[in-house]
C-alpha cells in the first residue's frame, strides 16, 4: 500500500514563501518520478514540477523561477518550496508519482495567497 500526505500549505500574503511536503509511504518513492499538481477553482488540475530519481527537475512556465521541487530519499519526502507567491497561486496542491502503474496521489493542501 502506497501513500502519500501531503503537508505545509495554509494562507500567506502575497509575495510570501511557503514549503510543502509530500511524504511517502511504502519503498515506491525510491524509484518513482515524483509530481507537484496544483487545481485552482474551477480550473483543470496542472502539473507544475516534477523530480526524477536522478534529481533532474522539470517546471511549468507559471512556476518557473519561483518554485523548486527537491526530494530526500532518505526521509522518503518531496518538497515544493514555493517563494514569491502571487494570488493566482491559491490552489489545493497535490503530490503524485510520475511512472507508476497505477498512479499515486496525495490528498492535496490547500494554499491561498491573499493579495
Known amino acids: 500500500q502506497v501513500q502519500l500526505v501531503e503537508s505545509g500549505g495554509g494562507l500567506v500574503q502575497a509575495g510570501g514563501s511557503l514549503r510543502l511536503s509530500c511524504a511517502a509511504a511504502?519503498?515506491?518513492?525510491?524509484?518513482?518520478?515524483m509530481g507537484w499538481y496544483r487545481q485552482a477553482p474551477g480550473k483543470q488540475r496542472e502539473m507544475i514540477a516534477s523530480i526524477t530519481t536522478s534529481r533532474d527537475t522539470a517546471y511549468s512556465y507559471s512556476v518557473k523561477g519561483r518554485f523548486t521541487i527537491s526530494r530526500d530519499n532518505t526521509k522518503n519526502t518531496s518538497y515544493l518550496q514555493m517563494n514569491s507567491l502571487k494570488p493566482e497561486d491559491t490552489a489545493v496542491y497535490y503530490c503524485?508519482?510520475?511512472?507508476?502503474?497505477?498512479?499515486?496521489w496525495g490528498q492535496g493542501t490547500q494554499v491561498t495567497v491573499s493579495s
Open positions: 503524485a508519482t510520475q511512472n507508476t502503474s497505477p498512479q499515486y
Open positions: 511504502g519503498s515506491i518513492f525510491r524509484v518513482a518520478t
